[in-house]
């Protein structure tokens, strides 16, 4: 096929109008944290069509104003990675997958099991429990045809089988019930705190709700009275017929889980054993037994099949890019392996963002490649923090404060929502 037919196929099917690329490029994109955002996610998560490869050659007969429209479409294209399933992240998805498939098909058990996915920054723990989850709901809703099976007759509620939210940067009890109630667009204002967990409890049920994802969960520090009620409450929905997944950076550090340590040899975490003079007492191993701890690593090249499983992932990205001087094997081939390992220390989002700005470099600078020289010009953020050490003990939170005199808003507990009195 010459380069003329190519590109007379490009302009006529292969690449969207100007007017298209814009409203790509313009269009809004909601947050997930309410109903419409996440919606919007779902929806739109794996629709963006990557533009068509050409080479330079190719590239040089489009028209002038074409060419433009065919760069800034590979800009999108370069900048917005396929989220590839890597071995940790299979770990995560299989065990997210799991429990939801157990916890749906429970009759009648008091408290559901939940999952904390732990793991440090830009180790992508919100992207990938939230293409596990949304894959859930796509297959939910194709289960039961898109309609509520606990839908009262006369009711015309949102059906909703995901709600996702983000843990209040000040956790209370009440502003933990307001977060999930803006999912939804309920109304919150002027409520106590007993009719605000009334009103949780009737929303997750009347919108059909199976799963509830906190993100930043690690913003709950036990030492506080005040997000120790937040963490009853949180185990007091896991009642409600709802499945938690709970997400955050170094989740065993912040004492939610007794300070778990991580066992290096049986490459999983350990809980110490209790203290009595623990803040919580007992209430703490609560929290313990009903969730599962699975921690989202970054890429290892250790072993062969860390090594085999760092270069697949490389290839999907290399596959993914549009330069127009880019060649086979651009990132698996040489030494461009161990450098980009050396530069993201296998951190995902760190390897994301640095082939992103090499992309728009190498467009910008006309030179239409990745290589290291390219790559060194790239800073992302601290290159000599990149994740922590392999033997690193996660630090203990701060000594828990003394207890302020007034009773804790107990409002739930093991059997269910009460009337809001104080404990004395």
Not at 416 to 423: D, I, L, N
Request: with cysteine; net charge positive; proline share 6%.
């Amino acid at each position: 096929m010459t380069d003329t037919t190519v590109v007379r196929d490009l302009l006529k099917k292969g690449l969207p109008s100007r007017r298209e690329i814009a409203e790509l490029i313009l269009s809004d994109t909601p947050s997930r944290d309410t109903f419409a955002g996440w919606q919007h996610f779902r929806a739109s998560r794996s629709l963006l069509v990557p533009a068509q490869r050409l080479s330079a050659a190719q590239w040089r007969t489009l028209p002038p104003r074409r060419r433009d429209d065919y760069d800034t479409y590979r800009q999108m294209t370069n900048v917005n990675l396929p989220l590839q399933q890597t071995p940790m992240a299979q770990k995560v998805s299989r065990l997210i997958d799991r429990r939801l498939s157990a916890n749906t098909r429970k009759k009648g058990d008091p408290t559901l099991a939940g999952v904390m996915v732990s793991g440090w920054g830009q180790y992508g723990k919100t992207a990938t429990v939230c293409r596990v989850v949304a894959a859930f709901e796509d297959r939910w809703l194709q289960l039961h045809n898109s309609v509520n099976p606990a839908a009262v007759p006369g009711t015309v509620d949102l059906h909703s089988p995901v709600a996702y939210v983000q843990a209040p940067v000040t956790a209370t009890p009440k502003s933990a019930c307001v977060t999930i109630l803006n999912f939804f667009k309920a109304p919150s204002r002027s409520l106590t705190l007993p009719r605000l967990v009334r009103q949780v409890a009737e929303s997750l049920r009347d919108h059909g709700v199976k799963v509830l994802i906190i993100d930043d969960i690690n913003r709950l520090r036990m030492h506080r009275a005040d997000d120790q009620d937040v963490l009853d409450l949180i185990r007091a929905l896991m009642g409600l017929d709802v499945t938690l997944i709970l997400t955050g950076v170094n989740i065993p550090g912040t004492g939610l889980l007794r300070e778990a340590r991580w066992h290096s040899k049986q490459r999983s975490w350990v809980m110490p054993p209790l203290e009595s003079t623990r803040v919580h007492g007992l209430e703490v191993t609560q929290t313990e037994r009903r969730f599962e701890l699975v921690e989202l690593d970054r890429f290892r090249t250790t072993t062969p099949a860390g090594i085999q499983a760092f270069v697949n992932h490389l290839k999907g990205i290399e596959e993914h890019l549009r330069l127009l001087n880019a060649r086979t094997g651009m990132l698996t081939e040489g030494t461009m392996p161990e450098y980009l390992m050396r530069r993201t220390g296998g951190v995902v989002g760190l390897l994301g963002r640095l082939i992103e700005d090499g992309c728009l470099e190498a467009m910008a600078s006309g030179r239409e490649l990745l290589d290291e020289d390219l790559l060194d010009e790239i800073v992302i953020g601290r290159d000599d923090l990149t994740h922590p050490p392999d033997n690193e003990i996660a630090a203990p939170p701060p000594k828990p404060a003394k207890r302020r005199s007034r009773g804790r808003n107990t409002v739930f507990d093991d059997h269910g929502p009460r009337s809001g009195q104080v404990a004395g």
